[in-house]
């Protein structure tokens, strides 16, 4: 094919209405050229695309001789950076710039795979996932507990102004009593509330809180934790977090704590425990009513009593872990009530 701008001159002059000599004079060629053109078909070709790309073949670059020694020695030491590699080449003659060794480094410099991550599947009723997650609402910052079941997903959530031990205790008698029992293990991050050192990275041992153990021992579950900077152990409660935030915050309004837990609540039966699961491909309800719920531990016959916080501390917190609102109440003498009812007479 000749030149794509000459054939589009070509028909140019053509449309003028000059004559094949003049054409081509003006195109440098003669005028069996033009007739050869046209004769051919060129100037019947669609002219009116874009202009095809010019292909420029890639001819040798300065770094080629030594692409094979940078190679070799990546192949022996992956993690060499580019600029000692630089150095090395051009103490064996390279004359060129570092960008174009860096490019090459970066094609070529082998890689680890990176590491499988395995789906952990549990039993019914074996395990179930906690984790806390921050968030903030007009009146303040508040900490949402959430705990989902490993087996079928059902998932509980409830929202607290701080995060501490107490939280945390009263807040997973709720999710059990929600559950209709217990899980033989709850799996944690790094919660102090939980974890008081973690030595394992170093042969050691896991220490947990006593208090914590404790409410374990009287509950009848085992306490699990993720190894420090594994977080992705603990997958099935970190995704919850984000669909939490998503499906379920984002977008309404709540007039208060009282508010905020009920909705919660609605939003639990109605939507995240009720829809199609994307890992199970089964409802969460439907899925532990079926296989989990006659599994589960049964719950112990009492509150757990704890050692060290104060009673009237522990009723205070179970009123905000049901979600109700507290009000206050004025007490009157009855003899105030007998004057209110003489004066409505």
């Known amino acids: 094919m000749y030149g794509?701008?000459?054939?589009?001159?070509?028909?140019?002059?053509?449309?003028?209405?000059l004559t094949k000599t003049a054409i081509a004079a003006q195109l440098g060629v003669s005028r069996r050229v033009v007739y050869h053109w046209l004769?051919?078909?060129?100037?019947?070709?669609?002219?009116?695309?874009?202009?095809?790309p010019r292909i420029r073949k890639a001819g040798p670059t300065k770094l080629?001789?030594?692409?094979?020694?940078?190679?070799?020695?990546?192949?022996?030491?992956p993690e060499l950076s580019a600029v000692r590699l630089f150095d090395e080449c051009r103490a064996a003659g390279y004359t060129g710039g570092i960008t174009q060794l860096r490019d090459w480094v970066q094609?070529?410099?082998?890689?680890?795979?990176?590491?499988?991550?395995?789906?952990f599947e549990t039993a019914p009723g074996l395990q179930a996932q906690v984790d806390f997650a921050e968030c903030r609402f007009p009146w303040g910052k508040r900490f949402a507990l959430l705990v989902v079941l490993?087996?079928?997903?059902?998932?509980?959530?409830?929202?607290?102004?701080?995060?501490?031990?107490?939280?945390?205790?009263r807040g997973l008698e709720a999710a059990f009593t929600y559950f209709g029992g217990v899980p033989r293990e709850l799996l944690f991050d790094q919660l102090k509330a939980v974890i008081v050192d973690d030595q394992r990275p170093h042969d050691g041992k896991l220490l947990e809180n006593p208090e914590f153990l404790r409410f374990a021992a009287?509950?009848?579950?085992?306490?699990?934790?993720?190894?420090?900077?594994?977080?992705?152990?603990?997958?099935?409660?970190?995704?919850?977090?984000?669909?939490?935030?998503?499906?379920?915050?984002?977008?309404?309004?709540?007039?208060?704590?009282?508010?905020?837990?009920?909705?919660?609540?609605?939003?639990?039966?109605?939507?995240?425990?009720?829809?199609?699961?994307g890992t199970t491909q089964e409802i969460p309800r439907?899925?532990?009513?079926?296989?989990?719920r006659a599994v589960l531990l049964p719950l112990p016959a009492r509150p757990y009593h704890s050692l060290v916080l104060a009673p009237e501390r522990?009723?205070?917190?179970?009123?905000?872990?049901?979600?109700?609102p507290r009000v206050p109440v004025e007490r009157r003498p009855l003899a105030a009530y007998a004057r209110l009812m003489e004066g409505d007479t």
């Open 4 to 17: 794509w701008e000459r054939l589009v001159l070509l028909r140019h002059l053509l449309e003028q209405g």
């Open 39 to 52: 004769e051919s078909g060129q100037i019947d070709r669609d002219l009116d695309g874009p202009v095809p």
């Open 64 to 77: 080629a001789p030594f692409q094979p020694i940078i190679t070799a020695r990546l192949e022996t030491y």
């Open 107 to 119: 094609r070529v410099r082998p890689r680890e795979a990176p590491e499988p991550i395995v789906r």
């Open 150 to 169: 490993g087996y079928s997903r059902l998932l509980w959530v409830m929202f607290y102004p701080r995060q501490t031990m107490l939280t945390l205790i």
């Open 218 to 277: 009287h509950c009848g579950f085992r306490i699990r934790a993720c190894r420090p900077y594994r977080a992705k152990t603990k997958g099935k409660v970190e995704r919850p977090v984000r669909y939490l935030r998503g499906n379920f915050l984002y977008g309404r309004e709540f007039l208060g704590d009282g508010d905020l837990n009920a909705q919660t609540l609605t939003w639990l039966d109605h939507t995240a425990n009720a829809r199609v699961h």
């Open 286 to 292: 439907e899925r532990f009513e079926r296989d989990e």
């Open 314 to 324: 522990l009723a205070r917190s179970a009123s905000l872990s049901s979600g109700r």
